[in-house]
């Protein structure tokens, strides 16, 4: 649950909270009755890969393989694998013993690369001190939004008391009688992407609104990705 300012298409502002849309749960798979579940098993210990292999049995490793099996660890491969560590290994295998220096690196549609430079925090600009998220006044058809953009979550919007909900509702109620999406934005001239975390990835917001009787539903539906012909 978060909490931040969104104007309506009057320009007059007010302190909503959002959570996140649950999605429908998967079905389960399951077999004569059965539940399946999906692990994670060993497939070989360090001790049986290639180079290890090729180390200690030289050219005669093909026929130690086919001969007495050398490459399985009848021990330790199909062990199911719970909890594990990351580590990062160096361009030689060998485990580096501090985090890497990263860079961002940007390429061209060509693939070649155009710049290169330190990463920097990117700052959330929906926050509850940050300016309103705005409508723009930009309507996309809902057939053509899904198809033209590609959403990755949904947040609903909840009033917080009797005068929120008169604003969320109205909202809402207008968005249903144009069955139209309104595009949202954030900074003081709401042409800005969403952000709603340090370092989260810019997100287009698209508002719809739906009614019935006295209640109603505003859906803040977020994309980062547009879809276009090559």
Do not use: C
Not at 7 to 16: L, Y
Not at 93 to 118: N, W, Y
Not at 150 to 155: D, G, I, M
Not at 202 to 221: A, Q, V
């Amino acid at each position: 649950m978060r909490y931040f300012y969104i104007a309506d298409n009057k320009g007059r502002d007010a302190t909503v909270m959002a959570i996140s849309v649950k999605s429908l749960p998967n079905p389960e798979l399951g077999y004569k009755g059965k539940k399946i579940k999906n692990v994670r098993i060993l497939e070989s210990s360090e001790q049986k890969t290639y180079k290890n292999l090729k180390k200690e049995h030289g050219e005669t490793l093909a026929d130690a393989i086919i001969k007495d099996d050398v490459d399985i660890d009848f021990i330790k491969t199909g062990l199911i694998v719970s909890q594990t560590n990351r580590i990062y290994l160096s361009h030689e295998g060998l485990t580096m013993k501090q985090m890497p220096k990263i860079q961002e690196v940007v390429f061209d549609a060509k693939g070649e690369e155009k710049k290169r430079s330190e990463p920097k925090n990117i700052e959330p600009n929906i926050r509850d001190d940050t300016p309103p998220i705005k409508w723009t006044g930009k309507f996309f058809d809902k057939k053509e939004a899904i198809r033209k953009f590609v959403f990755q979550r949904s947040l609903q919007l909840q009033h917080t008391n009797g005068l929120t909900y008169d604003f969320l509702f109205n909202m809402a109620n207008d968005l249903q009688k144009k069955d139209q999406l309104m595009f949202v934005g954030a900074g003081i001239k709401g042409i800005e992407p969403l952000i709603f975390q340090v370092n989260g990835t810019p997100m287009r917001g698209f508002l719809e609104g739906r009614t019935d009787g006295i209640k109603y539903k505003l859906l803040l539906h977020l994309s980062n990705m547009e879809i276009k012909l090559p």
